[in-house]
């Protein structure tokens, strides 16, 4: 028997939370970093003809008042509007003495100092290329292999898979004589198929008898790199003295001889708080030198007071105030909860920053939270991407919130980054002919009152970069 379908309509109550736009806005700007603020800045000012950059004055703002006229609805807006401009100025004399310099002077002596972007490693191999005396052909082959090749320099495909986008009837032997001549330019290893023809590639520009080193590196490239030398000797009939000596020499080739000339910009940082020792204690300096500081333009808050301005002007006007006076305060909000934050961290934290890494304590940001009154939230945005300047150097400031290594909460436990310390160090003094293994590595932290399992030692080891010590021992 067939279904029966039909049509209805029906109410239905459901309950939303949903964010207003301006609290969406502030959350926005409390996630920003100081760089990344600033151009947020710049662009309100651009979209808002309201908001304008603030050149610090203590002068009044040119706004007369008739006393004769009847004050209305759109005068008491407009005297909102004048005491939110006095309250930026207000604002804008507590900041350090510095913002008010010549801040653009200061930008353009930044831009001077600026290193050009570094020359990328095809258009270094390029322009040496354009030195040598190749026909037309050859020279759009050779193009073809250096824009192809990764940014270590290695070839990223095979001759085979290329050949297609080289000349047309360009055969895989005269794509392998043009790659020959693009392998000897500088750097030496360039264009290389792999870590051996790498390696093998600089060993042509070095001088001497280096038979031994070519046997490694051609036949034992792997047991070099599991410091299996008592096998390597065994196989070739050389001594330990001279496989180590060959050995040694392969560690000063470069593995990767791209990288040098990588066509990444580098990242700079630039710190949204600074820690200052001051008489033995620590104080928080907010680094917003290059925040433009923001005031409302007194030429539209005469429009709220004119009354040859229509409604529709003022409502333009009204709406245009209100967006400024979120973006203004959710500024202000963003420095007093960031700096709020780190006075608390720093509580924290006092022993690290006197004493260095070893007493940096397991923080959780809960704790934080309750003790600056904020929701654990507001912290995890408020730190978000953001650095701090401090005596111990520039850290991110999430940095500071370390886990503990035992899996103890609050205060109590050893942090991560103080078991990697002790790690380290105890690796640097070992035996190197007799190297620790991790289980020995969790008894020298214990003598130290320090319990962590072997298992978290090993994990530590390795995100230090710190191989086996099978891989370690020195022979």
């Known amino acids: 028997m067939p279904m029966k379908m039909d049509l209805s309509i029906s109410q239905k109550q459901e309950m939303q939370l949903r964010l207003a736009p301006q609290i969406i806005q502030s959350i926005e700007i409390l996630q920003l970093p100081t760089l990344e603020l600033e151009q947020r800045i710049k662009q309100e000012v651009e979209e808002n003809p309201i908001l304008e950059e603030q050149e610090i004055s203590r002068e009044e703002p040119d706004i007369i008042a008739d006393p004769t006229d009847e004050r209305t609805e759109d005068e008491s807006e407009f005297d909102k509007m004048v005491e939110l401009e006095e309250r930026l100025r207000d604002y804008s004399s507590q900041a350090p003495a510095r913002i008010r310099g010549d801040v653009s002077e200061s930008k353009r002596d930044a831009m001077e100092n600026t290193a050009a972007p570094p020359l990328s490693l095809q258009r270094y191999l390029a322009n040496q290329l354009s030195l040598l005396d190749l026909d037309e052909r050859s020279a759009a082959i050779a193009e073809n292999i250096i824009f192809n090749l990764d940014d270590n320099g290695y070839l990223q495909y095979g001759l085979d898979e290329i050949i297609e986008s080289m000349p047309p009837g360009t055969t895989v032997e005269e794509a392998e004589h043009v790659l ?9 290893g360039v264009a290389a198929r792999d870590l051996r023809e790498c390696l093998l590639l600089q060993l042509a520009e070095k001088d001497g008898e280096y038979d031994l080193v070519r046997t490694l590196i051609a036949d034992h490239l792997r047991d070099l790199e599991g410091n299996r030398y008592p096998k390597i000797c065994r196989k070739t009939g050389r001594s330990m003295d001279e496989v180590r000596e060959a050995a040694a020499f392969i560690g000063h080739l470069h593995p990767k001889p791209g990288a040098i000339y990588t066509s990444e910009q580098p990242k700079y940082v630039l710190p949204d708080v600074r820690v ?11 680094c917003d030198d290059y925040v433009p500081q923001l005031r409302v333009s007194s030429n539209y808050l005469r429009i709220l007071k004119s009354k040859q301005a229509s409604e529709e002007e003022k409502a333009y006007v ?3 105030l209100e967006s400024a006076k979120w973006l203004i305060d959710s500024i202000q909000q963003r420095r007093q909860t960031l700096e709020t934050i780190m006075r608390q961290v720093v509580q924290h934290q006092r022993e690290f920053l006197d004493k260095g890494i070893r007493y940096l304590k397991p923080l959780k940001m809960s704790v934080v939270a309750d003790a600056a009154g904020v929701h654990v939230s507001t912290v995890s945005r408020a730190i978000a991407g953001k650095y701090a300047d401090t ?7 999430k ?4 886990g503990s290594a035992n899996g103890k909460g609050g205060d109590n436990g050893v942090s991560r980054e103080t078991v990697q310390d002790l790690i380290r160090e105890a690796i640097e003094n070992e035996d190197k002919r007799a190297p620790l293994s991790d289980g020995a590595l969790a008894e020298k932290l214990k003598e130290k009152g320090v319990t962590v399992a072997r298992r978290t030692i ?7 970069g710190i191989p086996s010590s099978r891989r ?4």
Do not use: C, H, T
């Open 318 to 320: 009204r709406k245009k």
């Open 399 to 402: 940095f500071f919130f370390a």
């Open 276 to 286: 200052i020792q001051v008489n033995g204690g620590y104080e928080i300096e907010m």
């Open 391 to 397: 005596p111990r150097g520039l850290f991110e400031i």
């Open 472 to 475: 370690r021992i020195r022979y």
């Open 180 to 188: 020959a001549i693009v392998q000897a330019l500088d750097p030496p």
């Open 458 to 464: 090993s994990k530590y080891r390795k995100e230090l």
